[in-house]
């Protein structure tokens, strides 16, 4: 039975890419050795088994840190459901969310009446429901030394791709030079942290490439 790593679960608006706007409940998976330096989940990160902790535990942080609990498919079924979240889409975020096999999660959630999307780096296996929305977040030359990986190209529904100098595009075209993604798979450059300038340069460039903008728009209004 796949158990996962939870940091957080909470219900808000998806801020940012092809679903924004919609209500939705997150749930944040712990673990991420990718190692981007704007990461802002860096709480995520560890999976030292000192943070774990209960639930309840999790459930009650007032602010994100690292502690995390365990949970079947089932039980997170059963947490969302009491927690009385009206949202009926589901986002699996991390950390790293591929670092799991997601089948029995994203099978039950959908089996019940949910939507489903993951947000993921695409440098581990996608393994997930075939109508998982998948969210391509593609993490070039971090850290870490993970590479992105061809298959997540090719499964991608959307690839946004974070933006903050011309070296970031090369890379966003590199990749879709590849050829691996598919025709329809949407394309975002989203700016990295709201700056200025990357949002100058993420505009022009969707208007030149016939690209789409995707803004944190959940930061704008303050809202996690
Ligand atoms: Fe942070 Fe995501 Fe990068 Fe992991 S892949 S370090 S969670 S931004």
């Known amino acids: 039975m796949s158990r996962y790593k939870i940091n957080e679960v909470f219900e808000s608006i998806q801020g940012e890419g092809a679903h924004t706007g919609v209500p939705s409940i997150f749930i944040r998976t712990q673990g991420c050795p990718v190692g981007c330096a704007w990461c802002d989940t860096k709480q995520t990160w560890t999976e030292d088994t000192i943070f774990r902790t209960s639930v309840a535990d999790v459930m009650n942080k007032s602010e994100p840190d690292e502690r995390w609990f365990e949970a079947s498919a089932e039980q997170l079924l059963?947490?969302?459901?009491?927690?009385?979240?009206?949202?009926?889409?589901?986002?699996?975020?991390?950390?790293?969310?591929?670092?799991?096999?997601?089948?029995?999660?994203?099978?039950?959630?959908?089996?019940?009446?949910?939507?489903?999307?993951?947000?993921?780096?695409?440098?581990?296996?996608?393994?997930?429901?075939?109508?998982?929305?998948v969210t391509l977040s593609p993490k070039v030359k971090m850290k870490g030394g993970f590479a992105v990986l061809d298959s997540a190209l090719a499964r991608a529904n959307e690839i946004k791709h974070p933006v903050a100098t011309e070296a970031h595009i090369d890379d966003l075209k590199q990749l879709l030079d590849r050829g691996q993604h598919a025709e329809e798979t949407l394309i975002y450059l989203q700016p990295i942290s709201q700056q200025a300038r990357a949002t100058q340069l993420a505009v022009d460039t969707c208007i030149k490439e016939n690209w789409r903008l995707s803004l944190q728009t959940h930061k704008f209004i303050g809202i996690e």
Not at 83 to 90: E, K, L, T
Not at 97 to 104: K, Q, Y
């Open 78 to 133: 059963t947490l969302i459901r009491k927690q009385n979240y009206v949202a009926n889409h589901i986002i699996l975020t991390g950390g790293e969310p591929c670092l799991f096999d997601l089948t029995a999660v994203s099978s039950l959630f959908i089996d019940n009446g949910f939507s489903v999307s993951i947000e993921t780096s695409g440098t581990f296996e996608i393994v997930t429901h075939p109508d998982t929305w």
